[in-house]
């Protein structure tokens, strides 16, 4: 079975823009979530989707923004980039079903540098 | 807001040396338990978990790890490192989600590092 893939793998952005990353989950899971990683905070969550809604929310302003389709692939948006963004943004997906809880299994990330 | 403490920051070994890696959380209800790895160049991987029941878990590669509830740990143990075993350990928990789902808080993270 083929792990979670996310694209793209790296870019690189300018101050200001807005940026779109991609996931696509390992087939049969239903929820995706978003972590961001950088040396100085480590992994901090930024938000979770399953059936196309957002379900939980970390900290994050509001320019951090995602979205799930109906075959539970996800995108999340970046918008009015800041130096501050520049991060290896991971996805992660898990099974989600009945109710139980499933480990999540992660992406290998997008490294996005902001110039 | 709970909270995850990975107590060594940076661990060098020899190998066939034995390992524990501390992992404390601060949320008092149920949880969920994780350890992940990161080898050199690789993504997040899964060690082991802990859901529920036996709080002994045994993960990939000769890894496991302690639930302890009343001391709010999880500490990960190998009895023999190899020089393979270096990377990155993360121990991450999910925990008090109203209305279920993922929204994992990581450590900060353990760099391990095994000599020949």
Redesign the interface.
């Known amino acids: 079975k083929a792990g979670v893939t996310q694209t793209p793998r790296y870019l690189i952005k300018t101050r200001g823009q807005q940026v779109t990353l991609s996931c696509s989950p390992i087939s049969g899971h239903r ?1 995706v ?1 978003w ?1 961001q990683q950088t040396p100085g905070q ?4 930024l938000f ?1 989707y ?1 059936s196309e809604t957002q ?2 929310k ?1 900290n994050f302003p509001g320019r951090f923004s995602g979205r799930q389709f109906s075959n539970s692939r996800s995108e999340m948006n970046v918008s009015t980039l800041e130096l501050g963004d520049s991060a290896l943004y ?1 996805c ?1 997906s ?1 099974l ?1 079903s009945g ?1 139980l ?1 499933y ?7 997008t490294r996005l540098t902001v110039t | 807001a709970q909270s995850v403490s990975q107590h060594n920051h940076h661990v060098i070994l020899s190998e066939a040396a034995s390992l524990e890696l501390g992992c404390n959380y601060s949320y008092g209800g149920t949880v ?1 338990l ?1 350890w ?1 790895v990161q080898y050199p160049g ?5 060690l082991l ?1 802990y ?1 529920s029941g036996d709080p002994l878990v045994k993960g990939i590669k000769g890894f496991e790890a302690e639930f302890i509830k009343s001391k709010f740990s999880f500490n990960l143990r190998k009895p023999s490192v190899q020089w393979s075993d270096t990377a990155e350990y ?1 121990c ?1 928990v ?1 925990a008090g ?1 109203t ?11 353990t760099q391990l590092k095994v000599e020949l």
Do not use: C, M, V, W
Request: proline share 2%.
């Open positions: 929820s979530s972590y480590g992994l901090q969550f979770e399953f379900r939980n970390g991971l992660a898990s989600d109710g809880s480990e999540q299994y992660f992406g290998p990330g | 969920n994780f992940y690789q993504h997040l991987q899964l978990k859901f993360f991450a999910n989600i209305g279920g789902g993922n929204k994992l808080t990581f450590g900060t993270g």
